[in-house]
Structures are given as C-alpha cells and as structure tokens.
C-alpha cells in the first residue's frame, strides 16, 4: 500500500515524469542511433557531405543533423558522444556515492572523534578548490586522459559535497531512539551501520546520485570543450561543441545540436532528482 502511495505521488509530480521520459529517451538514442546509423563517427563521406559551396552539407536525408566541418555524420557522432557521456557521467556517480556514502556514514557516527575529524578535514580541503580545477590538476598529473582514467578522476573528486549531506543524516539517526535499543541489546557498530544506517542513507544517497549524474555530464563535456577531456577523434560532446562554435556562421547546426544534448540530459536527470526528492521525502511534497 505504501509503495502505491509513493508511486501514486511520484507519477503526479509531471516534472518528474518528463525526466524519466527525458532519460529514456536519451539511452534509446545513445543505444539504438549507432546501431542503424549507416555512418561511422570517424570516416568522411566526401561523396555525400559535401555541400555545393564546398561546405558541410546541411540537415538532410541522408544526414538527419548535417555534416560536421569534415564531412561526419552529425547525428551519429552526437549518438556516441551520448554513448560517452553517460558511460562516464553513471559510473563515477556509482564510484563518486559509494565513497560519499561511506565517508558521510563513518563521519556522522564517529562524529566529533578523531575519524570525523580526519575525515571532514580532507573533504574541506577538497571543497576549498573548484571542482572543474581540481579535476583538470588530476587529469593533467595522470597524463592522457582516457574514458577510465576520466571517470575515476570525477568519481574520486565528485563525492566531497554528498559526504557532507549524509554525514548530516546519519548524526541524525544515530541519536534515535531505535539506535540506542539496539546497541542496548547488544549489536556491535558493524552491525548497527549495516542493519540501521546504512538503509536510512540510501534515499539520499539516491537522490544525490541521480543529481550528480547531470554534474558529470557537465564536468565531462566542459573538460573535453577545454581540451582536458578525451582527446579526439573519439566523439564527445563538449569537443563536438568547440567545433561548432569554430563553425558556427558556415554550419550553425554544428553548435546547436551538442548544445541542445546537454542541456536536455542536464535538464532531464535534474529533474528525475527532483521527482525523487519528493518521493523519499512526502513531507516536503505534501509542503509543495
């Protein structure tokens, strides 16, 4: 009855509806477009992308989204460069929320003692840097910067703030009352962490998780725009978007198409973050 109610509420949230519906979509597109596509991302069609000026041809048949300056698919390199992103964007959530959580647990349960110190100390060294800086320091140390080395660089620096918010909610349930009754019948702090915290954090760690999905594809897709990202020919979108702008008077449809993608995708998972938020928190639906 209860999870009727949840998903009752969270289908009555149309902003959160649109997300998922934009989140779909954008895996369809990622998955399906390369697969049909009767292009590569990489080869030129200099029989069929080249305009009668000399340029890239338009929106056509033959090419849904133009050609890019030299003589791509635009269509199919924006369908990898989703590809990319959300491969990178997904797994250093999952990397980036698996450490947040468990430093936010350790934190608010050992709060005031020497963990928490030391682990708060690293995380207010870590936020006292902009992230984008931080993570173009990293993945210059590191060298060329591949898919693996980039997810690992934003999983590694993108958990500071969510360690911080669950550390908060986690201090909160410690002091309850059903914390106290456990450790009164005698379970240890492992299992007091693994059977009562830990189940506690998981709607925020969700909540924050599907949000920061959106941070990485823009991290990620800022990265590539300032050459720090994945190094072409590879597609990304923040690449593919430093060419358009190159272009933007002769092939317009070069700038706007990767500068449409993300801020959809941004758009959408903001938005199923959203949808979640009230989910997991019917007080503040029920305030809105």
Not at 53 to 59: D, E, I, N, Y
Not at 203 to 229: D, F, R
């Amino acid at each position: 009855m209860r999870r009727s109610l949840a998903f009752q509420r969270f289908v009555a949230n149309r902003a959160a509806v649109a997300g998922v519906g934009v989140v779909v979509s954008l895996a369809v597109f990622a998955i399906v477009v390369p697969w049909v596509a009767s292009h590569d991302p990489w080869t030129s069609d200099f029989a069929r992308g080249v305009a009668a000026t000399g340029g890239p041809v338009g929106p056509s048949r033959d090419f849904p989204l133009g050609a890019d300056r030299i003589f791509r698919d635009e269509l199919v390199r924006l369908a990898y460069g989703a590809r990319l992103s959300l491969l990178i964007a997904l797994s250093a959530t999952v990397l980036s929320s698996l450490v947040g959580g468990l430093v936010g647990v350790a934190s608010g349960y050992y709060e005031g003692r020497a963990p928490d110190m030391v682990l708060m100390r690293v995380v207010d060294v870590g936020l006292a840097f902009p992230f984008l800086l931080l993570v173009m320091a990293i993945g210059a140390a590191l060298g060329k910067t591949s898919p693996g080395t980039l997810l690992v660089v934003l999983g590694l620096t993108g958990w500071l703030g969510s360690a911080r918010i669950v550390r908060a909610k986690t201090i909160q349930i410690r002091s309850a009352d059903f914390i106290a009754a456990s450790r009164a019948l005698g379970q240890t702090t492992g299992q007091i962490l693994l059977l009562h915290v830990l189940p506690n954090v998981l709607g925020p760690i969700t909540v924050l998780a599907t949000l920061s999905v959106a941070q990485m594809i823009v991290a990620e897709s800022v990265l590539s725009y300032l050459g720090a990202g994945v190094a072409p020919p590879t597609p990304t979108w923040g690449h593919m978007l430093l060419e358009g702008q190159d272009s933007v008077m002769m092939a317009p449809w070069l700038l706007v198409a990767p500068a449409l993608a993300i801020l959809t995708s941004v758009v959408g998972f903001n938005l199923l973050g959203e949808g979640l938020r009230d989910l997991l928190d019917p007080g503040r639906a029920g305030a809105r």
